[in-house]
């Protein structure tokens, strides 16, 4: 993308310039077609490159990730540009913030890059996406905690992909996790899948502007090191990515921490809090992380890391409940070069003293999952527990369905990968009613049964979940009505550190007797 004639909201914006464009929202008359458009910023280099676009406020109530984008047009300047940056401080209808302060319904959420026949939220995203987020390079999401929560630095995005990890290794973030969902296949315009998704995450900031002695301050990005931290942060993304060439030489930013694992601690009981580790510190196995005093009790519970590794996430309220999610804890995926955890990176977040880092210690070999060649297993996305037929001489899985009905068109104009809806039969006493779920097809493959015969079989991505074992799997979709279990499991779902003992069955016990009458 050059930066002659760029092309944002239907407008073109020549370089060296900056226009605030608005981009206008399908299926809207009257007031609500002018009041629901969703304004950005276009900055346009004086030299052709890369296309950036970094947004903010996707689910309504990320207050300080609209203003570290906000403020970004003070930075950025057009003579430093070579390509195009576009800032969309909230990507929500109008540009408005959710009521209350509360994030918006899960539907409502855009997920890029959208769908233009799907919900109204889909075709909004699209609409946003087949306009200013077109031949992107980088597509950057700023997001933050939820409320009366804090967060580290961190950024978010496919560690499997060298572009990716060598942004993210750049960014100087504190920790790089794997993105959440998967990333979209294609471009909205059908263009190849060059595009880069990342998503910084970002903690709350303080010291917000008020009022005082009658008198008002004009609005402005906060000050504090957590605020400086995310600008050098987004300064780094914009460096390395080709984008931003600034004068002067950039200082060499810290190594973060790749944490492909990551830990929920909940609070053994309710009442009041006491942080002692903020986000950010780097603590051992065992050491304190808070204490709870249930109200009215002198007692003291505190909760302590189950291993060691780097808190992500904090609460930031002075009370909880009974098993509500108290800390994130990252767990990094390796240590420096020299073998020593990684270095300290200053106070936390909530201003509580750092705890020592963990010694370093050889990793104990983890233990072998123990199946047998019958167990009972969960497809949590389906809403599906069945008996599965462990056979490692089969390669791919299979899930029997008695009916299977394209919901999609069929046609030139149809998508590859069309939604089908599945009747899956549930055997046992008490549920005789068949199951009716629908899915999104990956991929279509041809499978040989023991027979000879050759068969092509639509394949789908769900969740398998084996004991306290959840792994993303391929399944294939047949009728295996002539076989004694509704499902198999090939050895490419197994993957590496699982033992069959081909003589026994149920290794994986329910946990309750309920559980075992499902099916």
């Not at 995005?157 to 993210?168: F, K």
């Not at 003293?353 to 019958?374: F, H, M």
């Not at 809806?421 to 199951?435: F, Q, V």
Request: net charge positive; charged share 25%.
């Amino acid at each position: 993308m050059t930066a002659l004639g760029v092309r944002g909201g239907g407008d073109t914006v020549g370089r060296g310039q900056a226009r605030l464009v608005a981009v206008p929202l399908p299926h809207r008359h009257g007031e609500a077609a002018l009041g629901d458009r969703v304004p950005a910023l276009v900055i346009a280099g004086h030299r052709p490159g890369p296309r950036v676009a970094i947004l903010a406020g996707v689910r309504g109530f990320e207050v300080n990730a609209a203003r570290l984008v906000a403020a970004a047009q003070s930075w950025i300047s057009p003579s430093e540009l070579t390509g195009t940056v576009v800032l969309v401080p909230v990507l929500r209808p109008g540009g408005r913030f959710a009521a209350a302060g509360r994030p918006v319904r899960a539907t409502h959420v855009w997920h890029l890059p959208g769908d233009p026949t799907g919900s109204r939220a889909a075709r909004d995203a699209f609409a946003v996406s087949s306009t200013l987020l077109v031949d992107s390079a980088l597509v950057l999401t700023v997001t933050e905690a939820d409320p009366g929560r804090v967060a580290a630095t961190t950024v978010k995005g496919d560690l499997d992909d060298p572009r990716a990890r060598r942004l993210m290794r750049a960014s100087g973030a504190v920790a790089l996790l794997p993105a959440r969902r998967k990333l979209p296949a294609a471009r909205p315009d059908g263009g190849a899948a060059d595009t880069i998704h990342l998503e910084l995450a970002i903690p709350s900031f303080d010291g917000l502007d008020i009022p005082r002695d009658g008198e008002g301050t004009e609005a402005g990005p906060p000050d504090g090191a957590a605020f400086a931290h995310a600008t050098a942060v987004l300064g780094h993304l914009l460096r390395e990515v080709g984008v931003w060439s600034p004068d002067g030489r950039a200082p060499p930013a810290p190594r973060p921490a790749v944490c492909r694992h990551v830990t929920a601690i909940l609070a053994a009981t309710g009442g009041f809090v006491q942080v002692l580790a903020g986000p950010g510190t780097s603590v051992a196995k065992g050491d304190p992380l808070a204490r709870i005093t249930p109200p009215l009790e002198s007692s003291i519970v505190t909760i302590t890391a189950p291993r060691a590794g780097l808190i992500l996430e904090a609460p930031h309220r002075a009370g909880t409940r009974r098993g509500a999610k108290l800390f994130v804890l990252g767990r990094p995926a390796r240590a420096t070069r020299d073998g020593a955890p990684p270095p300290e990176r200053g106070p936390g977040l909530l201003g509580a003293p750092r705890q020592p880092a963990p010694a370093p210690v050889a990793p104990a070999a983890p233990e072998p999952l123990c199946l047998g060649w019958v167990e009972r297993v969960t497809l949590p996305d389906l809403g599906l527990e069945l008996l599965a037929k462990i056979d490692t001489g089969a390669r791919t899985s299979a899930l029997h369905v008695t009916r299977i009905r394209t919901i999609t068109g069929r046609g030139p104009d149809s998508p590859r990968r069309p939604m089908l809806e599945l009747t899956i039969p549930r055997r046992g006493k008490r549920l005789r009613t068949d199951l009716v779920v629908r899915v999104r097809v990956r991929d279509f493959i041809q499978i040989k049964d023991s027979s000879g015969r050759t068969e092509r079989r639509p394949v789908i991505e769900t969740t398998l979940r084996l004991g306290d074992t959840q792994k993303k799997v391929r399944v294939t979709l047949t009728d295996r009505g002539d076989m004694t279990y509704p499902m198999l499991i090939g050895r490419t779902a197994l993957g590496a550190g699982v033992v069959i003992d081909p003589g026994r069955r149920h290794l994986l016990r329910p946990k309750n007797d309920l559980a075992r009458k499902l099916t």
